[in-house]
């Protein structure tokens, strides 16, 4: 009798459970070699779907086939806990007699971690413990009776892995556990569980859906591992040969001799020759306009060639960032086949998953066409955001943890490190931390103003003499091309009189840069100006706005001051971090240093002029009561300046100077040092001791072993599942919609045109990367405002968001009233 795994859509060519079994293992194996566990992930993937070899499960398959039309209920046959229980029930008994106590814990932990991953791969990672001192992880492996697991075991030791054959497999399983958790670093014992049961499931989740997809689309598992495996160092090398030709070119301009671009050169020759030593946590601490990305993606490529690293990721706070930093390498490289950037995703996930879809692992659907094309990061050059980064972490769902295994091996660049989430900082030290530690990584903290990152009680562990750059103090003084005027502690600006000062300042400057903390005081400042503004171009900028269009306005403003034209922009602070963009004055609304150092970068960047001003101004209108951070920042700043304006000699007598931004930092961390562990109200716990506190500090192993007056068979008792349901980046959820922006081909109105028919798995994937760049995120009240306005549809079976024609305006854009009198939505 043949054993169904899959069937294929276009042919009903069938995939026999023992193929897509070996398969998975195959693949797994390469991505566990990352950090040296090829074993234990092989061993995830080849016991995975040990389910589907029961006769229930098969007539459940068949009979879907057969009626395509009234299925079987979904998740009627529950194919995931075979393999866990298997593995628990092989090798997490106490023996009889004398026995090998260390022995024992490493079978233990490995049966925890890798049935864990199997059990879970439908949904995530489940709590071995949770808030109701249940372990749902228990019930699935010990105490759920599986009719025809019996013979499902026989068949798997017949038809995919031999019995004394699959006992030397896990011995080798042990021997890699036992090796890592001996490795010479002072994490906890559950920290290095936690990521390492992380990287087994995003190993097993991305072998999983591979394979699934391969067979899909009749290609051969083989030749993808050739690809996965493919040596990077050679292109690595042609692109480290294509930038040092750009290099040259620069070095040859004109210009090439001034004191600024000397500076940058030198600059640049020093991370050439720390890209030299070994892969660790290091900081770039070029000031802005110093060519950051251009010496940061040298040390990369020179990294990458000297330690045969797979991957160059950047990591940046805003989209507008990635935009930028992207094109630039881009246009270096020549080679766009080979740049992913991920701004968000297009895709709502499924985190509660469940046993749901096991019937669409079987039969391919509009769902689980959208599994398979979501992106796994394993693009040489890959450019995405600080969420995205930290999703892959803690986030629920499958989509973000398939993509952490391709973090390994990587050099890993931070841009603008400072805007790392205060409530997410202890979060972000241990993930980096592993990334340097096990998945042999090479992290750089890129920023012009460095944030103390081990002054927090999680501290970041950054190597000894870590930055790049010789003499910061020097530098940071050549670099100075303005002056900050205090205005902020002097008196308070509306609307009306900021628009008024902004007219006074654009009749000395041309062109005038305003930043606000809200998009709120953004839009009615834009609105005010443009009523009264007569010829002088006003320009928009905010997250309201999707990558796209903002690049169009970027585009438009850059031209207006390249022809010295006047020119205003508003903008929240996404233009602050990163925008390569020069005006004559920058306004900056009162802020934390960092972020008002950032909004002096966007002010005589290139040093065209000898000095000029940016203005600090304390907005009344904006509201902060839900933005914690920017306004703990501004009240540390204000004292600051207030320090200055009394004696001119402290804080190095420069409110921007290091000795400023090291006692800013301090000050900060210190004011929100009980939000760094990511404390959840709800649940009254800190996220990290969901997480990785040990069996003493656990409330939830201690009230269980009192109400139950015994000890919880498990060595682990974390909560992996409920710290993922209580995670978000950004505290008030959001939902990626796409916008209709734009006319031509390949833009917003034609991608939401096209998601609207039928498309195979690989077009889909193409569809959803060009999507991204007309998408914008909405927080749930939008989301219910657009519902009542009829300002958005949906998609594949509502896992894909759009907006009606009306509710997007090509001035500012999403317009929640969807006010346009004959909105209509184009298909």
């Known amino acids: 009798m043949q054993y169904i795994a899959h069937i294929r859509e276009s042919d009903q060519e069938i995939q026999t459970v023992a193929e897509h079994l070996l398969e998975t293992r195959q693949l797994a194996e390469t991505y566990g070699d990352k950090i040296g566990i ?57 023996p009889k007699g004398t026995f090998d106590k260390q022995d024992l814990f490493i079978k233990y932990v490995l049966t925890e971690v890798v049935a864990n991953a199997i059990i879970s791969h439908h949904s995530y990672l489940q709590d071995f413990l949770n808030p109701q001192l249940e ?228 039969v391919v659907s509009t769902r689980q066409k ?16 600080m969420v995205q980064f930290l999703n892959v972490f803690y986030a629920g769902g499958s989509r973000n943890i398939r993509r952490l295994h391709n973090l390994s091996e990587s050099v890993i660049i931070f841009d603008e490190v400072q805007k790392v989430p205060t409530h997410c900082i202890s979060l972000f030290n241990q993930a980096v931390n592993f990334l340097k530690t096990y998945a042999h990584s090479g992290i750089v903290l890129c920023t012009a103003t460095q944030p103390e990152l081990d002054f927090v009680h999680n501290k970041l562990e950054i190597e000894p003499d870590a930055e790049m750059v010789h003499d910061l103090n020097h530098v940071i003084e050549a670099f100075k091309r303005v002056e900050i005027v205090d205005k902020a502690t002097d008196m308070k600006f509306n ?29 009615n400042l834009y609105h005010r100006l443009k009523e009264e503004s007569g010829t002088v171009p006003i320009y928009h900028l905010s997250t309201s706005m999707c990558p796209a269009h903002r690049n169009s306005i970027l585009e438009k403003v850059k031209n207006h001051l390249q022809h010295k034209e006047p020119v205003v922009c508003i903008s929240t602070q996404l233009i602050e971090a990163g925008v390569d963009i020069s005006f004559k004055c920058v306004i900056r609304s009162l802020a934390g240093l960092d972020s008002i150092a950032q909004a002096a970068g966007r002010c005589n960047r290139h040093g ?66 009980t939000d760094l562990n990511y404390f959840i109200p709800k649940l009254r716990k800190n996220m990290t001791e969901l997480l990785y506190t040990n069996r003493i500090e656990n409330t939830y192993f201690q009230s269980y072993c009192k109400e139950n007056e015994t000890i919880l068979p498990l060595f682990l008792a974390n909560s992996y599942r409920t710290a993922a349901d209580h995670f978000q980046v950004i505290e008030d959820h ?88 004959h909105s209509r939505f184009i298909l």
């Open 38 to 94: 090829r074993h234990i992930t092989g061993l995830a993937g080849m016991l995975h779907d040990l389910g589907k070899y029961t006769e229930k499960f098969q007539n459940y398959i068949r009979l879907a086939v057969q009626n395509p039309d009234n299925p079987p209920k979904r998740g009627s046959v529950d194919h995931s806990s075979a393999g866990g229980k298997l593995l628990f029930n092989l090798f997490h008994i106490q």
């Open 135 to 362: 372990s749902r992880f228990l019930y699935r492996v010990r105490d759920l009776e599986i009719e025809g697991f019996e013979d499902a075991v026989t068949l798997f030791y017949e038809q995919v892995m031999e019995e004394s054959t699959f006992f030397d497999y896990v011995n080798q399983a042990k021997a890699e556990l036992d090796q890592y958790m001996n490795r010479d670093d002072e994490a906890d014992f559950e920290l290095k569980l936690m990521y390492l049961s992380k990287f087994v499931f995003s190993a097993l989740i991305d072998a999983d859906r591979t394979n699934t997809r391969c067979f899909e689309e009749n290609k051969n598992t083989g030749d993808k591992i050739a690809v996965e495996a493919m040596n990077y160092q050679k292109l690595f090398h042609e692109y480290y040969e294509k930038l040092m030709m750009h290099i040259k070119s620069l070095q040859a301009a004109k210009d090439a001799n001034t004191p600024i671009n000397l500076l940058r050169k030198e600059m640049s020759e020093q991370c050439e020759q720390f890209a030299e030593r070994p892969s660790g946590i290091h900081t770039l601490s070029i000031p802005t306009g110093g060519g950051k990305t251009l010496a940061s993606f040298r040390y990369a490529l020179k990294h990458a060639v000297t330690f045969k690293k797979k991957h160059i990721i950047y990591v940046v706070p805003f989209t507008t960032i990635i935009e930028q930093n992207a094109r630039e390498v881009r246009e270096i490289i020549v080679d766009d086949a080979n740049i992913l950037e991920h701004h968000s995703n297009v895709v709502m996930d499924d985190v509660e998953e469940g046993e749901s879809n096991e019937l669409e692992d079987v």
């Open 370 to 385: 959208l599994k398979l094309a979501k992106d796994n990061w394993d693009s040489p050059i890959i450019f995405t955001t």
């Open 495 to 523: 609307t009306e009189k900021l628009a008024d000062f902004v007219e006074e300042r654009l009749a000395d400057e041309q062109s005038v840069l305003v930043i606000l903390n809200t998009k709120t005081v953004v839009k």
């Open 608 to 673: 065209e002029d000898r000095m000029k001003q940016v203005y600090v101004i304390d907005h009344e209108e904006e509201d902060l009561k839900r933005l914690k951070e920017i306004r703990i920042g501004k009240e540390i700043s204000r004292k600051m300046f207030i320090d200055l304006k009394r004696n001119k000699t402290c804080l190095g007598g420069n409110v921007l100077s290091a000795q400023s931004m090291e006692i800013y930092f301090q000050k900060y961390y210190s004011e929100l040092k």
């Open 734 to 821: 959001t939902t990626a919609v796409i916008v209709p922006y734009g006319d031509g081909e390949k833009e917003g109105k034609e991608i939401i045109a096209d998601l609207n028919g039928q498309q195979s798995i690989e077009d889909l994937t193409d569809l959803l990367r060009r999507a991204q760049q007309f998408t914008i995120n909405i927080f749930n009240y939008e989301k219910d405002r657009l519902d009542q306005n009829k300002g958005l549809v949906s998609f594949l079976d509502g896992k894909i968001y759009a907006l009606t024609d009306g509710a997007y305006d090509d001035s500012y854009g999403l317009n929640l009233e969807n006010d346009s009198l």
